[in-house]
């Protein structure tokens, strides 16, 4: 109906349709930023999950009661342990192999050594380093918690220890090993042990302990 001045109806509803008209630039605009959103949160989430992945086997042995952490040994300490090793026979095993510097070393100088290890990262590199320095027929290294591991068919131990474990361990060793073992401990001694020999300095000291020594002393009235 029309009159008035008044406004035809067809013209009432065209100018309200009209207002909720969006225009197609900005729906695209908005649709982008949206998808910007999404990629830059699954990235960030990516991220934090591969952070996690890596860095859990590095930081979980460091929240256990007895921790062993990771500290590469110098080449200095290297040359201790193996002179020490000289004119020794039997398989060496290494008590937290860490990067696999010791065994590496000891498969040079001839033994089958055996490297024991709770993070897998660690494992696999001195896998990977055993097999590019030629010695991984007589390398081995394996993911384990050394508290689950008997020792008792090797004759040369080496073991890079913090002083919270050196006690609980050395009971164990004990228990285990032969009377022809030898223990060599770098950077730290066993608490009641009297090496029989100590080769280098500061953090590369190396206390070597024979078992049949540390045996007949107890066997002592």
Known sequence: MEGGGGVP???LKEESQSRHI????FEANSLQK???GFLLTGLVGGTLVAVYA?????????LRKVCLPFVPATTKQIENVVKMLRCRRGSLVDIGSGDGRIVIAAA??????????LNPWLVWYSRYRAWREGVHGSAKFYISDLWKVTFSQHLNVVIFGVPQMMLQLEKKLEL?????????ACRFPFPHWTPDHVTGEGIDTVWVYDVSTFRGREKRP
């Not at 040079?108 to 290890?117: I, L, P, R, S």
């Open 34 to 36: 949206s998808n910007w």
């Open 9 to 11: 109806l067809e013209a």
């Open 108 to 117: 040079k100088e001839g033994f089958t050594a055996v490297g024991y290890e």
């Open 176 to 184: 285990e090993l032969q009377d022809d073992a030898r223990v060599i």
């Open 22 to 25: 969006i225009p197609a630039s």
């Open 54 to 62: 890596v860095a859990t086997p590095f930081i979980t042995p460091a």
